[in-house]
C-alpha cells in the first residue's frame, strides 16, 4: 500500500514555474515507478511525465516536452515534477500516481489527491 500526498500547486503567470512535490508512504515507494497526469476541466485526464523506479529512464508527453522535468528522491520518497514556460493550457488538477512495474503512460496504481495549477495570461 503506497500513500501519496501531492503539494507545491497553485496560481502563476504564463511563462513562470512551479514545483510540485509528491510525497509517499509506504516501503515499497522505491521500487515503484512513478508518474504525474493532469485533468482540466471537462477533459479526460491525461498523462504528464513518468519515472522508473530508480531515476533511470524517464517519459514525457509531447505537449510538456522541454519544458517540464520529473525526478524523484527514493531517500526522502519523494517525487518532483519542474514545470517551466507554463502556459495557460497548462491549468488543470495534477495527480500524482505509483504502481509496481515498469514505467508507462497507462494511469493505474495509486493516486494522490491532486493539486491545482492555474496559469494566468
Known amino acids: 500500500q503506497v500513500q501519496l500526498v501531492e503539494s507545491g500547486g497553485g496560481l502563476v503567470q504564463a511563462g513562470g514555474s512551479l514545483r510540485l512535490s509528491c510525497a509517499a508512504s509506504?516501503?515499497?515507494?522505491?521500487?515503484?515507478?512513478m508518474g504525474w497526469f493532469r485533468q482540466a476541466p471537462g477533459k479526460e485526464r491525461e498523462f504528464v511525465a513518468a519515472?522508473?523506479?530508480?531515476?533511470?529512464?524517464?517519459l514525457y508527453a509531447d505537449s510538456v516536452k522541454g519544458r517540464y522535468a520529473i525526478s524523484r528522491d527514493n531517500a526522502k520518497n519523494t517525487v518532483y515534477l519542474e514545470m517551466n514556460s507554463l502556459k495557460p493550457e497548462d491549468t488543470a488538477v495534477y495527480y500524482c500516481n505509483g504502481h509496481p512495474g515498469g514505467i508507462t503512460t497507462t494511469p493505474f496504481g495509486y493516486w494522490g489527491q491532486g493539486t491545482q495549477v492555474t496559469v494566468s495570461s
Open positions: 519515472i522508473s523506479w530508480n531515476g533511470g529512464s524517464t
Open positions: 509506504g516501503r515499497t515507494f522505491s521500487g515503484y515507478a
